[in-house]
């Protein structure tokens, strides 16, 4: 019998690929999406299309309890991957109260809503890097979380839910620690984005100059289409538990400006400009993941370089005009 996945946050960059990956593997997949007077699905189109047989959407919310206990409870998932969340650190400063209440209370809500439906599914939690803030790099699954911004205070409520409801209820729950990932499909107010749109932008005459803020800050970017298949490895194995998905490699803002504008055959240098409008009241200025125990633990390794994942955002940018 082919197993049957819950997504929430279907629509989004992440659930998107994983949806797909899913469908590839045979899976039924269930997406929870949100009602909005537009409808937000450009990421599914090109699935809904190909694979309607098994990809069904449900309206629902990480704020609506209710909900998910009758969608759980109705479709009866194996697996939940727990991807929705207002996932815009900068934005996070500006809604608190409402990121806490989506990106960390909506995690235990969904926990609480598989017990109370009694699903013995497995469940995947997306926690992120943000969760180490300040600590300094290289950052591991034993390494102290210091969350940096109202974003990051909520995963840490949800990542500690998932280790509870884990530890109290033998729920087969883990978290994946994931560092930034990236795509063509990565939302247009993500740095890598907007520099790949502004790349583009400038190329066919839209704009003449790319505001951005913190170029000093480092991360550890790798493609999303690479970091879904992670989530679902720890799904896969006999035991829950938390493990952290990074490439080990860190790069600048200003270098991937570099990359992107130079692969346009631009100088990055003539076109961006710091705007402090973009600084943030917390920065976090150095995360550099150690995926040892994944690749170890998981056989999981990433596929693509830094510079073919911005070459690969610039191209794609490029093409959409
Ligand atoms: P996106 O912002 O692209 O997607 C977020 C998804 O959550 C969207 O489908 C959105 O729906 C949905 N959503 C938002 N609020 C609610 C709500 N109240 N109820 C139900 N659904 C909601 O994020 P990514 O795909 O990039 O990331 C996926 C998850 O992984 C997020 O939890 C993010 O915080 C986390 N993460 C991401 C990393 C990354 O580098 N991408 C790294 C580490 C963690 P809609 O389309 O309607 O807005
Ligand atoms: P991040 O991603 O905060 O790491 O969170 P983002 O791309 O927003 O910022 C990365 C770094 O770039 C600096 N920066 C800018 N950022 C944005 N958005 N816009 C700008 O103009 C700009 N200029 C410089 C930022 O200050 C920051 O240092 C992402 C999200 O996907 C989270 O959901 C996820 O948990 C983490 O990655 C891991």
């Not at 109290?168 to 993500?190: T, V």
Request: with cysteine; glycine share 10%; net charge negative.
């Amino acid at each position: 019998m082919a197993k049957t996945a819950l997504i929430t946050g279907v629509s989004g960059q992440d659930g998107s690929y994983l949806a797909e990956l899913l469908l590839d593997k045979g899976y039924e997949v269930h997406g929870v999406v949100r009602r909005s007077s537009s409808v937000t699905r450009s990421r599914l189109d090109h699935l809904q299309s190909e694979n309607l047989e098994d990809l069904h959407l449900h309206y629902g919310d990480l704020g609506d309890p209710l909900g998910l206990v009758r969608i759980i409870d109705r479709y009866g998932p194996d697996e939940v991957y727990n991807l929705a969340a207002q996932s815009h650190v900068a934005i996070s400063f500006q809604q608190p109260e409402y990121t806490g209440d989506v990106t960390g209370v909506g995690a235990m809500r969904l926990l609480e809503a598989m017990r109370v439906a009694g699903s013995e599914a497995r469940f995947y939690q997306a926690s992120s890097s943000e969760l180490y803030g300040s600590t300094p790099p290289p950052q591991s699954e034993v390494t102290p979380f210091h969350p940096r911004s109202p974003y990051a205070v909520a995963k840490l409520y949800a990542f500690w839910a998932t280790v509870n409801y884990r530890e109290s209820y033998g729920m087969h729950a883990s978290n994946g620690i994931l560092f930034n990932h990236e795509s063509p499909r990565r939302g247009e107010n993500f740095v890598t984005r907007k520099i790949t749109r502004g790349v583009a932008d400038i190329v066919h005459g839209k704009a003449t100059e790319l505001r951005l803020g913190n170029l000093d800050a480092k991360r550890d970017w790798g493609f999303a289409g690479d970091y879904v298949e992670g989530m679902w490895l720890m799904l896969q194995q006999g035991t829950p538990d938390d493990y952290v998905l990074a490439t080990g490699e860190a790069h600048s803002v200003r270098e991937f400006c570099e990359i992107a504008f130079g692969h346009a055959g631009l100088d990055w240098e003539q076109y961006v400009v710091v705007d402090p409008e973009f600084f943030r009241p917390a920065e976090v200025d150095y995360l550099l993941g150690d995926p040892t125990k994944a690749r170890t633990e998981l056989s999981w390794k990433p596929t693509t370089s830094f510079e073919q994942l911005v070459t690969m955002m610039v191209d794609a940018d490029l093409a959409a005009g």
